[in-house]
């Protein structure tokens, strides 16, 4: 009995804490896994992953001959994007003038721009210089006196070429963001193809991006987060490309047994060098362009910088390395460093050559002659005096921007940017029945109104797709849904640091890429996996082509917001679904 007793006793009371489930074993339960498992794919296609192709019981419902759909799938990698390229160009550039006003801060930027393409600074305007551009068709002359501005000149620069161009005026100060918008979203339909090894993936990202209407009304407004957003994503394209670059040269690297099957190596893992990486120089280039259009693009270097040396680790772990952190230490960071923090620095001390270039007699940039007037004497003299006249310039830059408390009507806080909690209005009008596009019949005054409003349900669905990212990164390991959580947090986060200074929500167009990767990213698996039943298939296919519908629905309704279209009073009221959005 005794004996019986204490068996009994053992199996009922707590296990011994060698018996006890490891946290990794608990965290399965709600997904986790430790990783790929190596048995069930090779090495090679660990590190080089195939891109996914339909089943041929697909091309065989469809009726097509394998020669066709061969073709089909060789073009679908340009050919998918390139349409959907096209699709996002007609919206951005359609009636592309219209309003035919200066919006918004388009009457800094816009003139700046046109300021910086012939004299190399900006210049103070006259109060009245708005309304002569536009009834001269921006033949007006071009101030000298220097103006003190707060941001860099490489988002004037490029602005500034569209109206060289094109001419000052709307059309001609919004073409080069209406073009950046445009190409940005072919870069993430390839981003997104590399990212996810999926052509379809990778296109609806792209068009969700298409479709959103801050990214919409940003393309077509003169603004310079446009510009930095096309900047952080082309250097986020510039980095996947290049880690999937030096992972096949590690994948060369690595010796075959003798039944010819690659198997991973230590030695290979930590020795191998992998040259000089032409596309992480490329994304430094990207980087100090982005870093030269707004400083934010700091925060965004720093934490790509991260992203590229963890991927180097996860690399040389996967080939075999077993010291990954002390072989990219030694092979891989020196470069990395070089490669982002010194060409950045270049990049954005050129972006000031028409400052520099100034003459320092009082006639030039701003500050171009602090360092011979107020900043004589001291013990940095032997610096150069535009280094120094810029260092001061800089400094009180960065004394404005954190001390920017100004109350303005459309600051909002960053806790409701996920949730389009307030909005932007850049240009608002109450046009009469049968003036300016309202409808005769309209009975009262119509609402012509341009909101920076992000489309509603491809962002409520994206603050869902976060967290599934989230979970897809911690639990499951995901190194796609780390670098999507990466872009995310990097353009978003920093502006928790500053929620007592005067912020809008239109910054977030920076991040609004990587969430449209989130949510691609989520309906793909909602669509179900590859090894899925067909009953499977076909319910997720069905959930996520309704949930695209919605989001391209929601983007038609709100049209009318988004281009400034005279619409009846009620009509507008209708698409003002929160209070704050008024």
Known sequence: MTSTASSTD????????????????????????????????????????????????????????????????????????????????????????????????????????????????????????????????GHVSVPSDAAYVVHPPVGKYVIGLGEL?????????????????????????????????????????????????LHFVMSRTSLLDGVLMFFVLAAFGCLLVDRDRARERLAA??????????????????????????????AGLMLGLAIGTKWNGLYVTAAFC????????????????????????????PLTFLATVPVALAVYLVSWIGWILSPTDGTGGYFRNWAATDGRGGSWTFLPD????????????????????????????????????????????????????????????????????????????AAVALLYVLWRWFFRRDWRAGAIACGVAAGYLPWFLYQERTIFFFYAVVFVPFLCLAVAMMIGALAGPPGATDTRRVAGATGAGVLVLLIAWNFVYFWPIYTGTAIPIDAWRSRMWLDTWV
Request: hydrophobic share 45%; with cysteine; proline share 8%.
């Open 10 to 137: 053992t199996r009922q009371g707590p296990a011994p804490y060698d018996h006890r489930p490891s946290w990794p074993q608990r965290l399965r339960r709600l997904g986790y896994s430790a990783g790929p498992a190596h048995h069930v794919r090779g090495v090679v296609d660990r590190l080089v992953p195939p891109y996914a192709e339909p089943g041929p019981r697909l091309w065989a419902a469809l009726r097509v001959p394998p020669s066709v759909s061969d073709r089909f799938m060789r073009w679908s990698g340009w050919g998918g994007p390139l349409l959907v390229t096209l699709l996002a160009g007609v919206l951005r550039f359609w009636n592309l003038g219209s309003p035919k006003a200066v919006i918004f801060d388009e009457t800094y930027y816009a003139k700046d721009a046109w300021a910086v393409v012939h004299r190399g600074f900006e210049v103070n305007w006259e109060k009245s210089a708005n309304d002569l551009i536009l009834q001269t068709g």
């Open 165 to 213: 161009v094109f001419g000052f005026d709307p059309f001609g100060w919004r073409f080069m963001t209406a073009l950046l918008g445009t190409l940005s979203v072919l870069m993430l339909c390839r981003i997104g193809r590399r990212l996810f090894r999926s052509t379809f993936l990778g296109c609806l990202a792209g068009v969700l991006l298409a479709v959103d209407g």
């Open 253 to 282: 690297a690595l010796p075959a047994d003798a039944d010819g099957r690659v198997r991973p190596d230590a030695q290979a893992a930590e020795s191998t060098r992998l040259g000089l990486r032409p596309w992480r120089w490329a």
């Open 306 to 333: 991260v992203m590229a040396v963890l991927w180097d680790v996860g690399s040389r772990r996967v080939a075999g390395a077993r010291h990954p952190y002390a072989a990219v230490l030694k092979r891989d960071v």
């Open 386 to 461: 535009w280094l120094r006249s810029l260092w001061h310039y800089e400094h009180e830059v960065y004394t404005f921007h954190v001390g920017l408390s100004s109350p303005h009507t459309y600051q909002s806080n960053p806790w409701s940017w996920l949730v389009d909690g307030r909005p932007v209005s850049y240009f608002y009008e109450s046009p009469a029945p049968g003036v300016d596009g309202c409808p005769a019949d309209a009975g009262e005054k119509c609402a012509r109104e341009v909101l920076a409003l992000g489309t509603p349900v491809l962002w409520w669905t």
